[in-house]
């Protein structure tokens, strides 16, 4: 056990928390390897039932990756790799885990924060749930499986989740696919503590409720706009929304966030998520391995971090003016993947086929 990331059996239950509060529980390797290693200890064990992820601290699950290790990866990409494909190994092992996997995902749940609680068997939201896929805002394109998840979002919702970076609360998450269940957050403690007294994950449909809020009115214009084929096509049609409707629109969030975030990172999002859509789990974390390699050895991915993280100026300098100046060929450069043996891909069990 690492203080990072704590492990307990509580009655019938597994529990792991990510403990990290002050880095808002943002993923190391080493948390990454201690998780792996308590799952399959766990899967194992006949006196654990259901495992059960929480976050540490009042601000949330878990704000990601811990990107600025990535940023001050100066060496020659293995230490990434190696984050990487133990991550993705990570986030398959939860999909296809044998026992309940509830997931807890209260407060900010951020990249690398879905990754680890989006592909499990029970996802929980409550009041101050904010989800989202934001690597588009550092000069990157959704890993951890958020191309999978993305492009199997009903009515191309994922796009919109995609493209923006945008976070999104309780009601959104469950109609984006990201969650299962809201359950308020004043009945989260009660429910915890009876799933593990009780190993009844069918307690978790009993403490449901439906959410108020939700894309609403704007649903049917969002299906619209984001089943247009291209990024060039979507960003069009929320500045022709915003210039007939005015900024009291739904559109002006997401137009902002498309102009603000990296144009490079869009348009590697635009085709990971069009491939991701006829492939397994597995076969979208593994092109995601090799464009996270690419993205990493681009000035793009450091700049957004360095912009966001490290000089927090928030004023990237993205290396193309818009949308249509990004070069198709550097796009698709960006998922090939490497063929110089430095580097070795996730490996999954035989039965991670869906």
Known sequence: MTEELLSTVEGRAGVITLNRPKALNALTQGMIDEMTRVLGAWAEDDSVELVILRGAGERGLCAGGDIAYLYNDVGDGRNAARFWKAEYELNSLIKHYPKPYVAIMNGIVLGGGIGVSAHGSHRIVTDDSRIGMPEVSIGYSPDVG????????????????????????????????????????????????????????????????????????ARAEMVEVYSLDTAEEVLAALEELQATHGEDHWSKAPLKAMKRNSPLGIKVTEHTLKRAADMTLEEALTQEFWMSMNMQAHPEFKEGIRAQIIDKDRNPKWTYGSLEEVPADVVSGILTPLDDGRFEPPAFTPQADT
């Open 146 to 217: 958020g191309s999978y998840l993305l492009a199997h979002a009903p009515d191309n919702l994922g796009k919109h989740l995609g493209f923006t970076g945008l976070h999104v609360g309780a009601a959104e998450a469950l109609e984006a696919g990201l969650a299962d269940t809201y359950v308020p957050a004043d009945a989260l403690e009660g429910l915890v503590a009876e799933l593990a007294q009780t190993g009844d994950v069918s307690l978790i449909d009993k403490a449901a409720v439906t959410p108020q809020g939700g894309f609403g009115d």
